[in-house]
């Protein structure tokens, strides 16, 4: 059996906290998300860094992880010789396995009844990164994962083993949200209760909405008389158009709000739309334009930067 070092892979200290394995993780995750990912050998380091996430998320695994002791990445060593009576609880468990594949043996391990029977063994949890589209997020969707897990023969000897899972996306999940779908882990065995599946949202950025919380926001470019004599407009939402009134004498960085127009939340309502305003200028302006703003000008006695004179005069 070849040692890899999960602490090495995911760069993390051995006396990290769960937190601080959990978040290395999830940045790698993200870095070599095969989906996503430019980065050379992104599937084969991200199959690492889930493989070395799975052992050491584990207070039971990452335990006797430690006690296998420290070896070159790629050597080959054996447990010690208690090792599979305190951990594995079988002796033929290290022949012909992957490392990881030992440390899935771990949860495959049955607790004796009270007649020496083998007693009912939950199904464990299992992981994924889910990549969705922005469209995804907010509307929902139906997604299949095609997952590598471990199954066990009859002897109980572990083996990788493909199986697709089904799942409903519910509405509104945002970038970094953990997903629990329950039962949809490995099968419980002699009647225990099958694992969960749980999944790391990623979702895509939008060209137009930011989200932040339950909340979108979108820039709304308006033109100059727009701003000043107010107007109705189209505005475009995840949801489909709506009418906007842009009342007069609107600034610059002003929100304006379409309630109920933003994420939906189970149990937690409907979030807003808000319409950031930015003042744009025409690019080119020919001569009765040029006119029409040289009267407004003169017409006008609007100064835009009196605070900067009542600034000058206070510091006299």
Do not use: C
Request: charge should be negative.
């Amino acid at each position: 059996m070849k040692y890899k070092d999960y602490y090495a892979t995911l760069g993390v200290d051995r006396g990290a906290s769960e937190e601080e394995i959990k978040k290395a993780y999830r940045k790698l995750a993200r870095k070599y998300h095969p989906d996503v990912s430019k980065e050379p050998n992104a599937e084969e380091r991200f199959k690492e860094v889930a493989e070395a996430y799975e052992t050491l998320k584990n207070p039971e695994k990452r335990a006797a992880y430690d006690q296998l002791g420290r070896y070159a990445p790629g050597q080959e060593f054996r447990p010690p010789p208690d090792w599979g009576d305190r951990f594995a609880g079988a002796e033929t468990i290290f022949e012909d396995l992957d490392l990881a594949d030992l440390f899935e043996g771990l949860t495959g391990r049955r607790r004796a009844g009270p007649r020496g029977e083998p007693g009912p063994q939950p199904g464990r949890d299992y992981e994924a990164a889910v990549r969705l589209s922005f469209e995804q997020a907010f509307d929902g969707a139906e997604i299949e994962l095609d997952l590598s897990v471990v199954e066990y023969d009859e002897q109980g000897v572990p083996h990788r083993a493909p199986k697709r899972v089904k799942v409903r996306i519910p509405k509104g999940v945002t970038d970094g949200q953990q997903l629990r779908v329950p039962g949809k882990g490995a099968t419980g065995a002699n009647g225990g209760r099958d694992g969960d599946l749980y999944l790391d949202i990623q979702v895509e950025p939008h060209p137009l909405y930011r989200v932040a919380g339950q909340d979108l926001y979108l820039d709304l470019p308006l033109a100059p008389w727009e701003a000043a004599l107010g107007a109705t407009l189209t505005l475009p939402t995840p949801a489909g158009t709506v009418s906007l009134k842009v009342p007069p004498g609107t600034r610059a960085g002003q929100q304006l709000r379409l309630a109920g127009r933003g994420l939906a939340r189970p149990g937690a309502g409907v979030g807003d739309l808000y319409a950031i305003t930015h003042i744009v200028m025409p690019g080119v302006l020919d001569e009765r334009q040029r006119t029409l703003f040289r009267e407004l000008k003169e017409a006008s006695n609007f100064n835009p930067r009196a605070h900067f004179e009542a600034e000058a005069r206070n510091s006299q």
